[in-house]
């Protein structure tokens, strides 16, 4: 069974970055499309960011546009999001999920445990 684990979350004040990493277990990584989300406190957890098997078509949800960047690096069978610019309505726990392909159709079968980030203003 396949696992993930976030890590990089942690406290940083508003207008600073954070790095998110999610490794995951197992030889078949490359395989498949990941995502990043989040759940704050009273809110629906949110699509944040997705990224194809091979590191393409990146798609961001409209309030990290231009702050947030996936990558992954199948070599190393993990995923990241650089997160720049962080506002204080970004604290929330942060979850990456597998999707059951190659590409981000919106299905999600795995998730990691979460990574919590927390912005100060």
């Known amino acids: 069974q396949v696992q993930l684990v976030e890590s990089g979350g942690g406290l940083v004040q508003a207008g600073g970055s954070l790095r998110l990493s999610c490794a995951a277990s197992?030889?078949?990584?490359?395989?498949?499309?990941m995502g990043w989300f989040r759940h704050a406190p009273g809110k629906e957890r949110e699509f944040v960011a997705a990224?194809?098997?091979?590191?393409?078509?990146?798609d961001y949800a409209d309030s990290v546009k231009g702050r947030f960047t996936i990558s992954r690096d199948n070599a190393k069978n993990t995923m990241y999001l650089q997160m720049n610019s962080l506002k204080p309505e970004d604290t929330a726990v942060y979850y990456c999920?597998?999707?059951?392909?190659?590409?981000?159709?919106?299905?999600?079968?795995?998730w990691g445990q979460g990574t919590q980030v927390t912005v100060s203003s």
């Open positions: 197992g030889r078949t990584f490359s395989s498949y499309a």
């Open positions: 999920a597998r999707a059951p392909g190659l590409y981000n159709w919106g299905s999600w079968d795995v």
């Open positions: 990224i194809d098997y091979s590191g393409g078509s990146p």
